[in-house]
Each structure stands twice: as structure tokens, then as C-alpha cells.
């Protein structure tokens, strides 16, 4: 899509507008004016609305109803590490408040500035003229090593997740979220839930990760090809930066024309003004001063089962009734083939 899908705010995602009205006043300027409220389709996780207050615009973020799984769904870490890296070269939306209160509207939420500018979801970029494709690319690659690049103890972001152990930690996480969204048999992930342990790499590296970085999570200017903001940041922490990397690389190793599975595997890339996978490893490499990418199988692997692992929250959600986006149930069926290519990246194959 070019730009995000405004709807009414679903029956499920309803909260007390006029209770938000109040609080907001002496906080946003012209709130006391009232607002207009409407929620983007999108993002599976955490609801997020556009509010129209006093002639400017903005973008609220709260957690889904419902039960929610232990950790997830941190609006306030979102918000911290926004809010950090305002003083950086990162893209980032202007972090304008953060409420923990659930008295207001039923879960705590942040209100952050609204960025104009496009949003594509799919990573074939077929909606985008040819011509800007390579370059998009370029300035997302350059985008992600401007985040690993800072130095997180600087910013204030030393309490914001262990600085070791990335990623043995987000196995055991993502293991247990699987068992406790777990719908059935998934022989893939339960291979993969053996082998990762088993398979880390010697090294430890720690940056801020975003956890979710790809080009569907990113705003580009309204014309131009570059990057102008990073989006949900819900799963951001202290973490291995190569993990960020691979997970950006996965439609590389997923089919193309697949429902629910953006994938590029099987284009010619060439012919659509894409660069291929290890242009984009050497891109990272120039602006984070590397000399390789050690261990990518592993981290590819790693990073189907952690997306396995999200999908199958994502459907476990929609089951429930709670998922924040109506094809959820579709999505959510896809977490076994994600595991699967996990596996055979895993093997080598």
C-alpha cells in the first residue's frame, strides 16, 4: 500500500474517547477542542488510531485487550526507546507522551507525531516505480546500521534490556510463547526449538535491535526514495544486531505469490530493480565498518522461528478474537511453513 488504510475504530479496539479527551487536555495543545479518532489497518499487535486534535495529527498506540501473553505487547519500551533516540541520527517519530494508567482507556498507551509519507508492505515494492526500488533498499539497509551504530549507553538505554546473551534468551522467549499459543502439531519448530540452542554462534555482539525491521515498518518520504521514520518497535531491546539483518533478509528465502507470506524467491530481481540478498549483506557491511556476516544460516534460521513463533501469537490472538487485524487468521496458518524454511536453512539446504 502508498498510504496507511484509515478505518473506523473496530468494535473489539472501542476505548472511552471523551475519558481521553480529558486527560489529554493541558497535555496536547488544542485538546480541549475535542478530537477526531480512526485506527490503521495494520499492524497485528498493538491497536494504533490517528487522532486529529486542534489541527495537527497524531498516532496512538495502546495494548490489545484481552488476556495478553507475558512481556508482550510493551507499549512503555516502545515509547522509551523512541523517546531516546529523538537525539540521534535515527528516523524516528517525535515521542510526545507516554500514559500507564489503564483508567483512561483500558491499557497503557503512548501518542507519538504522525510522519506523512509512504508505507509499502510488500517487499517486491511493485507499487513504487522502478527506479526508486534499489535506492529504497540502500536507505533502509543505511537506516538499520545508523540504529546499530549508536551507542546505546550515551542515549540512556542501559537499563533497556540485558547488554548478554541476546540470543539464547530470545530461543527460550520465543519457545515458550510458541508452547503457550501452541493450536497443534508443528514437527518443524519443535526440530528448530532443538537445534538453535545447540547451533549459537561463539561471539556476542550487543546494539540496539529492533526485532521487527523491514520495509513494511518503515515510512518513506512522500516522493523521494529514503527512509524517514522507523515504525513499531515493539519488540526493540538490547540485542545482537545480525539478528536485525536476517530477519530484513527473510523474503529473500520465503516464496513470492504466497498468501500471507511476503516472500521474493522465485523473481527475477534483477529485471524488477531489486538488488539481490548479498548486496544488501555488503551495503550493511559499508556502514558498519564489517568485514563479513558470520554464521548467516543460523541467523536466518533463527529468525523464521522467531516469525513462526509471532505468527502462530498472531493466530492463537485471531482464535480468541482479539487480533488487532482482520486477516490475522489468515497470517497466523503461515507460522508452519516459516518453520519449515527454518529448518531447511538450518540444514543447509
Not at 517519530?93 to 506523512?116: H, N, Q, R, S, W
Not at 500471507?260 to 565498518?289: A, F, H, I, N, R
Not at 529468525?303 to 487480533?323: C, E, K, P, T
Request: glycine share 8%.
Amino acid at each position: 500500500m502508498s498510504e496507511a488504510i484509515l478505518i473506523d475504530v473496530l468494535p473489539a479496539h472501542q476505548f472511552d474517547q471523551d475519558r481521553l479527551t480529558q486527560y489529554l487536555t493541558g497535555r496536547l495543545p488544542g485538546a480541549d477542542a475535542g478530537m477526531n479518532v480512526k485506527q490503521f489497518q495494520g499492524g497485528q499487535s498493538n491497536p494504533t488510531y490517528l487522532l486529529e486534535i486542534g489541527g495537527k495529527r497524531y498516532v496512538l498506540r495502546k495494548k490489545p485487550p484481552g488476556k495478553l501473553l507475558p512481556s508482550a505487547h510493551m507499549v512503555e519500551r516502545e515509547f522509551q526507546v523512541i523517546n531516546a533516540l529523538g537525539a540521534t541520527d535515527v528516523p524516528v517519530p517525535k515521542a510526545e507522551l507516554l500514559c500507564e494508567d489503564p483508567d483512561i482507556i483500558g491499557t497503557a498507551f503512548y501518542i507519538m507525531e504522525y510522519v506523512e509519507g509512504r508505507v509499502h508492505t510488500q517487499p517486491l515494492l511493485e507499487a513504487v516505480d522502478k527506479s526508486q526500488r534499489e535506492p529504497i533498499y540502500h536507505s533502509m539497509i543505511e537506516t538499520m546500521a545508523k540504529l546499530h551504530n549508536v551507542d546505546w549507553k550515551a542515549v540512556g538505554l542501559e537499563s533497556y534490556g540485558k547488554a548478554e546473551g541476546y540470543i539464547p534468551r530470545q530461543i527460550k522467549r520465543w519457545s515458550g510463547q510458541f508452547e503457550a499459543s501452541r493450536t497443534g502439531e508443528m514437527p518443524a519448530m519443535d526440530k528448530l526449538m532443538a537445534w538453535l540452542p545447540d547451533n549459537m554462534p561463539d561471539k556476542d555482539e550487543t546494539t540496539i535491535a529492533h526485532g521487527d525491521f523491514r520495509v513494511g515498518n518503515l515510512i518513506l518520504h512522500p516522493t523521494e526514495p529514503r527512509v524517514v521514520s522507523i515504525l513499531d518497535w515493539e519488540l526493540a531491546t538490547l540485542g545482537h544486531p545480525l539478528s536485525d539483518l536476517a530477519y530484513c533478509c527473510l523474503p529473500y528465502h520465503l516464496p513470492a505469490g504466497m498468501d500471507g507470506v511476503k516472500g521474493m524467491l522465485g523473481e527475477d530481481l534483477k529485471s524488477m530493480g531489486l538488488p539481490e540478498e548479498q548486496q544488501v549483506l555488503d551495503w550493511y557491511c559499508q556502514y558498519t565498518g564489517r568485514n563479513e556476516i558470520p554464521n548467516w544460516n543460523f541467523f536466518v534460521a533463527f529468525s523464521l522461528f522467531r516469525l513462526a513463533a509471532i505468527v502462530q501469537g498472531v493466530y492463537h490472538r485471531a482464535l480468541q478474537g482479539n487480533a488487532s487485524n482482520a486477516d490475522a487468521l489468515e497470517v497466523g496458518k503461515r507460522a508452519g511453513l516459516l518453520a519449515e524454511r527454518g529448518w531447511e536453512i538450518s540444514q543447509g539446504r
